[in-house]
């Protein structure tokens, strides 16, 4: 994440919070994906952009460890108000603070829209390298018929064919178990990918 989008939604932060920031806004079949994806984890996981934390809280609340990790400091300060008890942090996504091989699962739900293409790959190596092998990924992201950048509600933000965003995961050493789409009068394209962490990789 580049400053300027740092800046953006530290900027919108309560009110990002206030529309989007609650399970009540999310899909119930986006809401069963990561449920049944969560479920059979082994280990940890890393909420990578977890914003102002509902996703965390919900996985922590049906027994699962797992901690939020934002760039945003403002989405930290109101994910621990909201959730007291649950961990939250500010890192980076490129450079997460997790040995090596230590992380059971780690979920990216658009907090990766934002990267540049060419960037792209920083994160989903690094998600590689925490992840232990055969540990899970999974990635929420806006569908679309080619990577084009497009004006998000907070700051620009890029749409990626599922099979694009999926040869990226191969390159940083993921194995493609499912991909999903979603479509729905109102909304964008919503395209998700269920990753796996290569053995030996």
Same mark, same amino acid.
């Given at each position: 994440?580049?400053?300027?989008?740092?800046?953006?939604?530290?900027?919108?932060?309560?009110?990002?919070?206030?529309?989007?920031?609650?399970?009540?806004?999310?899909?119930?079949?986006?809401?069963?994906?990561?449920?049944?994806?969560?479920?059979?984890?082994?280990?940890?996981?890393?909420?990578?952009?977890?914003?102002?934390?509902?996703?965390?809280?919900?996985?922590?609340?049906?027994?699962?460890?797992?901690?939020?990790?934002?760039?945003?400091?403002?989405?930290?300060?109101? =994910? *621990?108000?909201?959730? #007291? +008890?649950?961990?939250?942090?500010? @890192?980076?996504? !490129?450079?997460?603070?997790?040995? &090596?091989?230590?992380?059971?699962?780690?979920?990216?739900?658009?907090?990766?829209?934002?990267?540049?293409?060419?960037?792209?790959?920083?994160?989903?190596?690094?998600? =590689? *390298?925490?992840?232990? #092998? +055969?540990?899970?990924?999974?990635? @929420?992201?806006? !569908?679309?018929?080619?990577?084009? &950048?497009?004006?998000?509600?907070?700051?620009?933000?890029?749409?990626?064919?599922?099979?694009?965003?999926?040869?990226?995961?191969?390159?940083?050493?993921?194995?493609?178990?499912?991909?999903?789409?979603?479509?729905?009068?109102?909304?964008?394209?919503?395209?998700?990918?269920?990753?796996?962490?290569?053995?030996?990789?």
């Amino acid at each position: 994440m580049t400053s300027e989008v740092r800046d953006a939604y530290a900027a919108r932060a309560v009110e990002y919070g206030e529309h989007l920031g609650s399970m009540a806004a999310v899909h119930p079949s986006d809401r069963q994906l990561v449920d049944d994806w969560a479920d059979g984890l082994d280990g940890e996981i890393v909420d990578a952009g977890c914003g102002p934390g509902h996703w965390t809280h919900h996985l922590t609340t049906r027994g699962l460890a797992c901690r939020g990790v934002d760039q945003v400091s403002g989405f930290v300060d109101l =994910a *621990r108000a909201s959730y #007291p +008890g649950v961990r939250f942090e500010v @890192g980076d996504l !490129d450079a997460l603070e997790a040995a &090596p091989a230590s992380v059971g699962g780690v979920l990216a739900w658009y907090s990766l829209i934002h990267h540049e293409p060419d960037a792209i790959q920083r994160p989903l190596a690094e998600f =590689a *390298r925490v992840l232990r #092998p +055969g540990g899970g990924l999974l990635l @929420g992201f806006f !569908d679309g018929p080619m990577v084009e &950048p497009f004006d998000h509600a907070v700051t620009r933000a890029h749409r990626w064919p599922i099979d694009r965003m999926a040869e990226e995961a191969r390159v940083a050493g993921f194995e493609i178990v499912e991909t999903r789409r979603r479509t729905g009068v109102g909304h964008r394209p919503h395209a998700a990918i269920v990753a796996r962490r290569l053995e030996g990789g």
